[in-house]
C-alpha cells in the first residue's frame, strides 16, 4: 500500500495532549508496574485449541524476530481465507526478505505433518517435524543466541562461579551445586570465561532439557530475594531459557499442525504489512517544552498547579532540571507505529477474517508496551488483551490516518475515542504517581522468559464511552475541532 496524502490532523491536535503528560509520567517512572500476563483461558476443548492458535502465533512471531532489539521485534496474525491460512507478519522496521524465506521453509514443514491421515504417519512425521524445525529455528536466531551465549560468559559467569565456589566451600553438602557448576563449564566454559565450544545446537537443546531438572531449580534458589547477586543468577535463569526458546517453539509449531489439522488444511501463504515512517513528536518549540509550561497546561485551577509541582520537586530534583532536561531531550524522538498495532489497522482496514472464530488475536515476539497494550485494551473490536512489560516508551504512535485516504473518517473516530480514553488513563496513572511516592520501579527486561511472574493482572478499566473533555484543560481541547471539522477543512 502507498503511503500518500499527508498526515492526519488528529495526530497534531489530540496526540499533543496525549504526549505531555506522557513524557512528564515516563520522566518518573517508565515502568508501569509488574509486568501482565496474558488472559487465561479455561481448558475445556475449544479453548485448547485457542491456546494453540496463540502458542502458534507467537512462535511464529517470536522465531522471525531472529535478532535482538526494537528494528526486529515482530507480529503475526492468521487470516482465515478460501485459500487457506494467510499468515500475516509485521515488524517494527520493515520485515526482511530472509526473514519471509525462513518463514515459508517452517510452514512447508508444518504443513508436511497436517497433510498426514494416518496416526502413524502423523507421529512419525512430527516427531521428523520437530528436529527439522529446531535446527531450522537455531540457524536462523543464531545472531540472538549468540548474543545470549556472550552475554552469559562476559556477565554471569564468573560472578556465579565465584559465588557458588564459596558455598560449596561453607556447605558440605553441596552436591546440586557442584552439578550446576559442572554444566555451566560444559556449556559456557570455565571461571575464566573460556568456552569448550558446544555448537550453538548443542547448547539450545541444553538449556531447552534443564527446565525441569535441579540444574535450573538450583540457579533460581541463587535467585531468591535478598540473596547475593540474586540478580546475576536471576538473568542467568532468564538467558538459559531464552536459549532453550528455539527447542520449545519448534514442538509448539508441529503440536498445533498436529491438533489443528482442519484450521491449517489448505495450507499457508506469507504476507507482510510494511512498517511505519518515523515521525516526529508533535510539540510545541522548545520554549513550550519546559516542565513549568507542560504542567500549567494540564491544569487551569492554580491551587492543583501548585500541589502538582511541589510533589513533582519533592520526586525529582530541587531545580526541576533533570525533568526540564529530559522532556527537551525526549522532544527530539521519532515515533513509530508498534508491529502489533501495524498489523491491528492492516486487519481494521481490510476488514480481514482471524482464523480462530471470534478470537482476535495478534501474536507477538515479546509482550506488549504499556501503550499498546493500552491502545488493544480500549480498541472498540475487542482484540484478545496481550501480555505487557509495561513500559512507557515515549516514541510510540497510534496507527497513522491519511486524510483523503478512504474509509478515513470512521478510522480517526475510533482511533480519537482510543486516544481520549488513553489521554484520561494516562493522566490519572500521573497523578496518582505523584500522590504515590512511590520510588522508581527496579528495571526489567521486555520478554517474559524469567523467574520471577506477574503480579495479578492489572487490566484497565474496559469501558468503550470516550471520556468528556477535560474542564481542566486551558483550553486545549476546546481548540479542536470536531471530526467533522477536521475531514472537511484538512489541515
Ligand atoms: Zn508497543
Known amino acids: 500500500m502507498p503511503r500518500p496524502l499527508g498526515i492526519s490532523p488528529i495526530r497534531h491536535k489530540v496526540t499533543r495532549r496525549f504526549y505531555e503528560p506522557l513524557l512528564l509520567l515516563h520522566a518518573l517512572s517508565p515502568i508501569r508496574g509488574e509486568r501482565i500476563k496474558s488472559e487465561i483461558i479455561s481448558d475445556d476443548p475449544e479453548s485448547n485449541h485457542i491456546q494453540l492458535r496463540r502458542s502458534f502465533t507467537n512462535a511464529i512471531a517470536y522465531i522471525c524476530a531472529y535478532r535482538k532489539g526494537p528494528d526486529h521485534v515482530a507480529a503475526a496474525a492468521l487470516e482465515k481465507t478460501p485459500q487457506g491460512v494467510v499468515v500475516w507478519l509485521c515488524a517494527n522496521a520493515d520485515v526482511e526478505e530472509g526473514v519471509v524465506t525462513f518463514l515459508k521453509g517452517v510452514l512447508a514443514c508444518v504443513y508436511r505433518v497436517v497433510e498426514k491421515d494416518s496416526m502413524e504417519d502423523l507421529h512419525q512425521e512430527a516427531s521428523l517435524a520437530t528436529q527439522r524445525l529446531a535446527s531450522m ?164 485551577d492554580s491551587s492543583k498547579k501548585a500541589e502538582f509541582m511541589e510533589r513533582l520537586r519533592s520526586l525529582v530534583s530541587p531545580e526541576e532540571k533533570e525533568i526540564d532536561s529530559f522532556l527537551q531531550r525526549e522532544r527530539a524522538t521519532k515515533t513509530r507505529v508498534h508491529a502489533e498495532l501495524l498489523l491491528i489497522d492492516h486487519f481494521e482496514r481490510n476488514s480481514c477474517n482471524f482464523l480462530g472464530q471470534g478470537e482476535k488475536y495478534i501474536g507477538c515476539s515479546k ?58 488513563l494516562v493522566r490519572k496513572d500521573l497523578f496518582s504517581e505523584i500522590k504515590s511516592h512511590n520510588m522508581r ?24 464511552t470516550p471520556p468528556v473533555a477535560y474542564p481542566g484543560d486551558l483550553g486545549i481541547l476546546s481548540s479542536i475541532p470536531s471530526l467533522y471539522n477536521i475531514t472537511k477543512h484538512p489541515i
Open 441 to 464: 520501579l527496579p528495571y526489567h527486561t521486555d520478554s517474559t522468559t524469567g523467574i520471577t511472574t506477574t503480579l495479578e493482572s492489572m487490566r484497565l478499566g474496559e469501558t468503550d
Open 137 to 300: 529455528i537455531v540457524d536462523f536466531q543464531a545472531p540472538r543466541l549468540n548474543a545470549y551465549r556472550a552475554e552469559i560468559i562476559k556477565s554471569c559467569i564468573l560472578p556465579c562461579h565465584e559465588l557458588m565456589t564459596g558455598y560449596v566451600r561453607g556447605n558440605g553438602n553441596a552436591l546440586e551445586v557442584n552439578n550446576l557448576q559442572q554444566w555451566l563449564r560444559k556449556y559456557f566454559g570455565d571461571d575464566t570465561g573460556g568456552c569448550t565450544g558446544p555448537s550453538l545446537f548443542d547448547l539450545s537443546k541444553a538449556c531447552y532439557d534443564i527446565r525441569h531438572t535441579q540444574y535450573l531449580k538450583t540457579v533460581s534458589m541463587f535467585a531468591g530475594q535478598g540473596r547475593t547477586r540474586h540478580e546475576t543468577f536471576e538473568r542467568l535463569y532468564k538467558l538459559l531459557g531464552k536459549l532453550g526458546k528455539p527447542l520449545k517453539s519448534s514442538k509448539t509449531l508441529t503440536e498445533a499442525a498436529t491438533k489443528l489439522a482442519q484450521d491449517f488444511a489448505q495450507g499457508f501463504t506469507v504476507k507482510t504489512v510494511r512498517s511505519s515512517v518515523p515521525q516526529q513528536l508533535p510539540f510545541r518549540g522548545k520554549k513550550e517544552a519546559t516542565i513549568e509550561r507542560t504542567v500549567h497546561r494540564m491544569f487551569s
Open 367 to 424: 509482550p506488549a508496551c504499556y501503550l499498546c497494550h493500552m491502545y488493544i485494551t480500549h480498541h472498540p473490536s475487542h482484540y484478545a488483551i496481550p501480555a505487557s512489560h509495561n513500559k512507557v516508551y515515549v516514541a510510540w504512535r497510534p496507527p497513522d490516518v491519511y486524510i483523503r485516504e478512504p474509509g478515513a473518517f470512521r478510522l480517526l473516530q475510533v482511533q480519537e475515542r482510543i486516544l481520549l480514553r488513553m489521554i484520561d
